[in-house]
C-alpha cells in the first residue's frame, strides 16, 4: 500500500475516533446513570420489603402481648352470678329470726384475702349496725347469737400458660352463726366478694359485697329484701379480656399497615428522585428527554 495512502486511511480514522468519542461518552454517561437508577430502586424495593416485615413482626408481637394479658387476668379472681337467696328448704333455726343482741367477732384471713382484714371486720360491723335488727353487746354471754366473720379466699383453680403457673382464688365473706348456749354452729353463710378496677372502682365492689353478706343474713331472719338488694345479689364485675385483646391487635394492625403506606411513600419518592436526576444530566448534554434512560 501506499504511504499516502496509508495516511489518508490514518488521518480518517482518527477523525471518526474524534468524532464517535462524545457520542460514547455520552452512553457510558447515560449507563451509568441507568445503572445507580436501578441500585436506588432495588434498595428502596429492598427497603420496602424491610418495613414490611417489620410491620408484620409488629403485628405479631401486639397478638402475643394480647394473648399474654389475657393469660395474665387469670390471676384476677372471676366471679359468677349468684341466684337470689330464697328462704332455704330445710328449716332455719328459730333462734336466728328471735335473736335481738349478737357478739361479732374476727377470726381472721387467709393470706391471699383481697383486702385488709381489720377493714373486712370493721366495715361488715358498720353494715350490720346501719341495719339495726340486732343489737351489738360486748361479750358472748350477753349475746343471743355470736357471728364468727372469717374472710377466705380458696384457691379454685389453676393454670399454666406462657411458662408459667397461675392460681384462680375466690374470695368470700365466712360468717358461722354460733348459738353461745350450746355452743352449736346454726348456720355458715358464704358471701362472694367481689373486687375488681382502679381503687374507687374496688372500694365501690366491695361495700356491695358487704351489704350482699348483710342481705343473706336478713332472709335467714326472715326478713324481707328491697328489689335493689335483690339485684345486688347478681351484680358482678364484668370481665373485659375480650375488649382488650381487640384493643391489642387493632394497634398492632394499625402499627403494620402505617409502617407499610410509609415505606411504600419512601420508595415511591427514591424513584422519582433518580428520574429527576436522569433528566438533569440528560437536559445538561442535550440530549433529548425521550432517548434518555427511562425516558
Known amino acids: 500500500m501506499k504511504p499516502d495512502v496509508r495516511s ?7 477523525a471518526l475516533t474524534i468524532i464517535l468519542l462524545p457520542t460514547q461518552l455520552v452512553h457510558a454517561q447515560i449507563d451509568a446513570g441507568t445503572q445507580a437508577a436501578q441500585q436506588a430502586a432495588a434498595a428502596a424495593q429492598q427497603a420496602s420489603a424491610q418495613a414490611a416485615a417489620a410491620a408484620q413482626q409488629a ?37 336466728i329470726a328471735a335473736a335481738h343482741t349478737i357478739f361479732l367477732t374476727n377470726s381472721g384471713a387467709d393470706a391471699n384475702f383481697p383486702v385488709d382484714e381489720t377493714q373486712a371486720y370493721n366495715d ?10 340486732y343489737q351489738f353487746v360486748t361479750s358472748p354471754a350477753q349475746a343471743d347469737l355470736i357471728f364468727q366473720l372469717h374472710d377466705i379466699a ?15 382464688s375466690s374470695p368470700a365473706f365466712q360468717l358461722n352463726i354460733i348459738d353461745p348456749k350450746t355452743n352449736v354452729a346454726l348456720w355458715t353463710v ?6 375488681a378496677g382502679n381503687k374507687s372502682a374496688r372500694a365501690r365492689w366491695f361495700a356491695l359485697s358487704v351489704s350482699n353478706l ?37 394497634v398492632g394492625v394499625g402499627l403494620g399497615v402505617a409502617g407499610a403506606l410509609i415505606a411504600h411513600h419512601e420508595f415511591d419518592n427514591n424513584v422519582a428522585n433518580q428520574k429527576q436526576q436522569q433528566d438533569n444530566f440528560c437536559t445538561a448534554h442535550n440530549i433529548p428527554l425521550s432517548e434518555c434512560a427511562g425516558g
Open 154 to 168: 380458696p384457691i379454685t383453680d389453676v393454670t399454666g400458660g406462657r411458662g408459667g403457673v397461675y392460681s384462680l
Open 124 to 133: 361488715v360491723y358498720a353494715a350490720f349496725q346501719s341495719w339495726g335488727h
Open 214 to 250: 348483710v342481705s343473706r343474713v336478713k332472709v335467714l331472719a326472715n326478713v324481707p329484701l328491697t328489689p335493689t338488694e335483690s339485684a345486688d345479689l347478681t351484680t358482678f364485675p364484668k370481665n373485659h379480656t375480650t375488649r382488650n385483646v381487640l384493643i391489642l391487635v387493632g
Open 8 to 14: 489518508t486511511l490514518r488521518s480518517i480514522a482518527a
Open 190 to 195: 358464704t358471701s362472694p366478694v367481689n373486687v
Open 59 to 95: 403485628t405479631a408481637q401486639a397478638m402475643a402481648n394480647a394473648q399474654a394479658a389475657s393469660d395474665n387476668t387469670q390471676t384476677a379472681p372471676i366471679q359468677r352470678p349468684v341466684p337470689v337467696p330464697l328462704t332455704p328448704n330445710a328449716p332455719v333455726p328459730t333462734q
